[in-house]
């Protein structure tokens, strides 16, 4: 059964899907936040500010802690955008009437690709050409050729799968999610609501905590040295 949500209202439905009219939505969300918070910053942050000053230092502690310092804030605007937009995004799946956008394998997919393609424009970038040895294994000799050759076939096909799990990834737990949290609120309706959102949240959460990790280790291994 089609469920009817609430940006229906504004959106023909038939024409734009839920995961860009809820994208979009939530970019517009964050847009308006940011231009607030920067317009009554303050050196002593509170409300608003106070929680996302959290969430950044959070985002670029995690950075810096895996790519270095000089290239955890180079990528930290990537990672930073991504880390808030999936948590709202997440988020905005508990609310009645609305739905995620990150419940769809498109807009992950429209995350997971351009980190692809980031991390390995940024591996020939720092190695030059020498990145090709991140792909031959530790062991590189004439005898050890074969072994080389069939380390790089690997190498190529894991790193071709890596847009691919964060994209099913992120789908398939926010998916889940959604039909645990529907099914567990009409077997219990009067006691599931509160231990079902909370369980929510955290999914929430730590998806998108998730997805972010997993982009930061792609580019930290992209940039490191070779062994």
Not at 85 to 91: A, C, E, G, K, Q
Not at 96 to 105: I, K, L, Q, R, W
Not at 193 to 205: A, D, E, K, Q
């Amino acid at each position: 059964m089609h469920e009817v949500l609430l940006m229906d209202v504004f959106f023909n439905a038939d024409k734009i899907p839920h995961n860009v009219s809820y994208g979009i939505l939530t970019s517009i969300i964050l847009i308006i936040a940011a231009l607030l918070i920067r317009r009554s910053l303050r050196l002593v942050p509170e409300g608003f500010q106070n929680f996302f000053e959290v969430l950044i230092e959070a985002v670029l502690k995690l950075a810096e802690e895996n790519i270095g310092h000089k290239w955890g804030r180079v990528f930290f605007p990537l990672l930073g955008t991504m880390f808030i937009f999936i948590l709202l995004s997440n988020f905005m799946g508990l609310v009645p009437g609305f739905a995620s956008a990150t419940a769809n394998v498109n807009t992950n997919a429209a995350m997971a690709v351009p980190v692809f393609f980031i991390y390995q424009f940024f591996g020939f970038k720092v190695h030059g050409i020498g990145y090709i040895k991140h792909f031959l294994g530790p062991i590189r000799s004439i005898a050890a050729l074969p072994l080389m050759i069939i380390i790089f076939l690997v190498e190529v096909l894991s790193h071709l799968a890596r847009p691919l799990t964060l994209t099913v990834r992120l789908f398939g737990n926010m998916t889940a999610k959604h039909l645990i949290l529907g099914v567990l609120a009409i077997i219990l309706p009067m006691v599931a609501p509160c231990f079902v959102l909370g369980i929510g949240i955290i999914t929430c959460l730590v998806q998108a905590l998730v997805f972010t990790l997993l982009s930061t280790l792609y580019l930290a291994g992209a940039i490191e040295e070779a062994h």
